[in-house]
């Protein structure tokens, strides 16, 4: 089986940091179709990104790693498995400082010049407004200065790059992030499904162990039920004894985001020797 990702952009690095977290081993090299693996029934195929939902369609590859934004575009027949949630990024639309576009009928007559005419062309509808849609390669920003459309629809990650042309974002017409993909025929292959089943265990299983930490730690027995109301736990906490008479060891599960707050707590409420380490997967 093989999977496609983007050989060079700003999802190549976060989908293969996914494939080696769900314990794929291969080595990755940009300048080199396949990647095979070494320990999966799978090979990574690294290509351009605007390929991908054909590929994945046509069964060249069974799987692949995309951006929302690119799939829609192409409207390609393929099955969603999961959102990935890295490679945020926004689809806006962007007009010039001084525009008198205020809201999304004003849009009404105008030229937008965008690389995306298929995911507009349905904004405009749904909102009833009739525009020139001005299907363009690149350089998006360039056209309202050069006269080629009024406003633009392209993607904005900070609206930085729309700044420094003189513009500002007016609109969101799609949020996008990464998704993971499969074939239509592969998923009704019984060898291939289960071979994907496989590799959603592990993706989920990283997925939700993303921003956890586990914690352990030594206290007293009397301070278990101080420590498992300051413990924002997934479940309830591991208690252990321990061989000093009246001490047990706890373990859990924390959020990163919370932790520092959770231990100063914790220190408060009895506990020592508080350890956190990183966690590769949770499986359910």
Not at 18 to 24: D, I, K, P, Q, Y
Not at 135 to 140: F, I, R
Not at 195 to 205: E, F, N, P, S
Not at 226 to 255: D, F, N, W
Request: glycine share 6%; proline share 4%; net charge positive.
């Amino acid at each position: 089986m093989k999977i496609a990702i983007q050989r060079n952009g700003r999802l190549t690095e976060d989908s293969v940091a996914l494939l080696r977290a769900c314990g794929l081993s291969f080595e990755f090299q940009k300048q080199s179709l396949y990647s095979p693996c070494s320990n999966f029934d799978l090979d990574v195929l690294a290509i351009r990104d605007d390929d991908i939902p054909e590929y994945v369609q046509d069964g060249v590859a069974d799987l692949g790693i995309i951006g929302e934004n690119v799939l829609l575009e192409r409207s390609a027949r393929v099955h969603q498995l999961v959102p990935l949630g890295f490679g945020g990024c926004k689809l806006m639309i962007s007009v010039p400082q001084r525009s008198a576009v205020r809201k999304i009928s004003d849009l009404n007559g105008l030229r937008i010049g965008t690389t995306y005419p298929t995911i507009l062309k349905s904004f405009l509808k749904d909102h009833k407004v009739r525009s020139e849609i001005v299907e363009l390669s690149g350089s998006v920003e360039l056209a309202p200065s050069l006269n080629v459309a009024d406003v633009i629809c392209d993607i904005v990650s900070t609206g930085t790059t729309a700044k420094m042309y003189g513009l500002r974002t007016f609109c969101t017409v799609l949020e996008s992030q990464a998704v993971l993909v499969a074939n239509l025929a592969s998923m009704r292959d019984k060898k291939k499904r289960a071979i994907i089943d496989r590799l959603m265990i592990r993706v989920q299983g990283s997925q939700e162990a993303g921003g956890k930490r586990y914690l352990m730690m030594n206290a007293p027995a009397n301070s278990v039920a101080r420590l498992k109301r300051v413990i924002p736990s997934l479940k309830s906490p591991t208690v252990v004894p321990l061989a000093e008479t009246g001490m047990v060891a706890i373990h859990s599960v924390v959020a990163e985001d919370v932790f520092w707050d959770v231990m100063e707590k914790l220190k408060k409420a009895g506990a020592s020797d508080i350890i956190v380490v990183p966690i590769e997967t949770i499986i359910r």
